[in-house]
């Protein structure tokens, strides 16, 4: 699931700088630099020499035509990975505000509800530094709160065992 955001100059730019690097790529592919070409020469006499199977050559033969191709869908599932990670990340640092914020009795920081916090973070990673920012700023006062039941709790034994 892709999210719509309006796209700025620089992500355009950027867009278009990643598209000439695959159209670089392919025609460097195309051309097949001196430097490849002499790889091939020198893994072409090591399999002579070696008496490498006709098949085999053929394998590495298809290997380095979709080298390209298979780089690409290597980078398209780390950015999928790290997409559904950060949204994951999102998810459970949501939950922990709310949490915090449920037991300390408060209402969420209004600054951060879910239709503001749309129009203010365009991009996951800017709702992720908006979640985590609230997340630090709830934290503090509920651990403190957490140690002040936790006293509580102990002075009741304390004084039950009298």
């Given amino acids: 699931m892709r999210a719509t955001t309006k796209l700025t100059p620089s992500h355009l730019l950027r867009s278009a700088q990643e598209v000439l690097a695959l159209q670089s790529a392919t025609t460097a592919q195309q051309l097949v630099t001196a430097k490849s070409s002499e790889f091939l ?63 300390l009795n408060l209402n969420p920081n209004p600054n951060l509800k879910k239709s503001k916090l749309a129009k203010i973070a365009k991009t996951m990673l800017e709702k992720l530094t908006l979640e985590q920012a609230r997340s630090s700023s709830v934290l503090p006062r509920y651990n403190k709160a957490k140690e002040k039941k936790r006293k509580i709790v102990e002075d009741v034994k304390t004084l039950m065992e009298r």
């Fill in 41 to 103: 020469n020198q893994m072409q006499a090591h399999w002579t020499a070696i008496g490498v199977t006709l098949e085999d050559r053929k394998k590495v033969r298809s290997e380095i035509e979709s080298c390209v191709d298979d780089k690409c869908k290597e980078v398209l599932g780390d950015v999928e990975r790290m997409e559904a990670e950060t949204r994951e990340e999102i998810a459970r640092l949501e939950s922990e505000s709310a949490m915090m914020e449920g037991a």
